[in-house]
């Protein structure tokens, strides 16, 4: 199914990414411990290969949202569908995206989150799609930059599928059928 898509990031170029993060946050937060709070489901594959990149103390918690819309398009209204676990006071948070589009998401995440007093609440995404922004919104940590195009893979999906190729490509409709 993937040979009919373009690949826009390979699995190489992933890692490589993947690793730059983690050398960032190990560095950032030297001598301190961190909670990685993943946003499910797109974010999984890119919250465990990050973990092994990051030479800290760090636990793992995770969060899911659902944003109403069609399959490619969210829209406004973002819900909370299951909360973190741990209490988040005064921890240095750092959630963990797939993708940073509109800023919806993460606006209503952030709103969320500051309200429990963390003592740090950082963003990292592994794309950033920085022409689609409705909110004035950025990543702390951003793996890349990409056009306005929609892509699948390595956790990100259309209509829940793809989520398992193990490059982001371009979705094209010809692989769905
Ligand atoms: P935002 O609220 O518009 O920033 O959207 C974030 C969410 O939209 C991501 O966590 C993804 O689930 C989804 N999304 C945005 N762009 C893409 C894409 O190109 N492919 C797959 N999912 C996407
Ligand atoms: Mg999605």
């Known amino acids: 199914m993937q040979s009919k898509m373009e690949v826009l990031i390979s699995r190489e170029q992933i890692a490589d990414g993947v690793a730059r993060i983690g050398q960032e946050i190990t560095r950032d937060y030297a001598g301190e411990s961190v909670i990685l709070l993943g946003v499910l489901r797109g974010a999984c594959l890119f919250l465990a290969d990050l973990a092994r ?14 944003s109403y819309g069609t399959k490619k398009e969210s829209v406004g209204e973002v819900q909370l ?16 995206e797939d993708i940073l589009d509109t800023g919806l998401t993460f606006t209503f995440l952030r709103k969320l989150l500051l309200a429990r007093r963390p003592r740090t609440l950082k ?7 920085p022409s689609r922004r409705q909110m004035p919104v950025e990543a702390d940590y ?12 390595y956790g990100l999906d259309y209509a829940e599928r793809f989520r398992n190729l193990p490059d982001i490509c371009v979705f094209s409709e010809d692989a769905g059928k």
Do not use: C, Y
Not at 81 to 96: F, G, Q, W
Not at 123 to 129: G, I, S
Not at 142 to 153: E, H, S, Y
């Open 81 to 96: 569908i299951k909360d973190a676990t741990d209490p988040l006071e005064n921890k240095n948070v750092i959630l963990v």
């Open 123 to 129: 963003l990292a995404a592994l794309l950033d799609k």
């Open 53 to 66: 990149q990051i030479e800290l103390d760090a636990t793992f918690d995770f969060i899911a949202v659902r």
């Open 142 to 153: 951003v793996g890349f930059k990409i056009p306005d195009k929609f892509v699948v893979g």
